[in-house]
Nanobody, 127 residues
């Protein structure tokens, strides 16, 4: 199982980035793919997740309306489009896979133990 996150970088506040998570080694549409982040000196935070079977999505309150998660099942890839970036979004972003199909708009999804984790991609937002 491999999860390859990419797309991070340095961006000015108000700008946009799109992160990609390319998955391999498992049946993609049986899984929920999540994005998590960890800012310097802080704990890990769930950002968003998507059930690749039907596109059901969940978002952290802090990113609702600014971030959009999507899935391209033909490419086994999940994207996180991040708009209106703020300095508080600066973090290392990780993608992870959960062997379950989560519903959308549920609380506590970020407390579920995801099965597989990729390496991080760093996002820095300058103010």
């Amino acid at each position: 199982v491999q999860l390859q996150a990419s797309g991070g970088g340095l961006v000015q506040a108000g700008g946009s980035l799109r992160l990609s998570c390319a998955a391999s080694g498992f049946r993609f549409d049986d899984y929920t793919i999540g994005w998590f982040r960890q800012a310097p000196g802080k704990g890990r935070e769930g950002v968003s997740c998507i059930s690749t079977s039907d596109g059901s999505a969940n978002y952290a309150d802090s990113v609702k309306g600014r971030f959009t998660i999507s899935s391209d099942n033909a490419k086994n890839t999940v994207y996180l489009q991040m708009n209106s970036l703020q300095s508080e979004d600066t973090a290392v972003y990780y993608c992870a896979a959960l062997r379950a199909r989560l519903a959308g708009n549920i609380r506590g999804w970020d407390n579920i133990r995801f099965n597989y984790w990729g390496q991080g991609t760093e996002v820095t937002v300058s103010s």
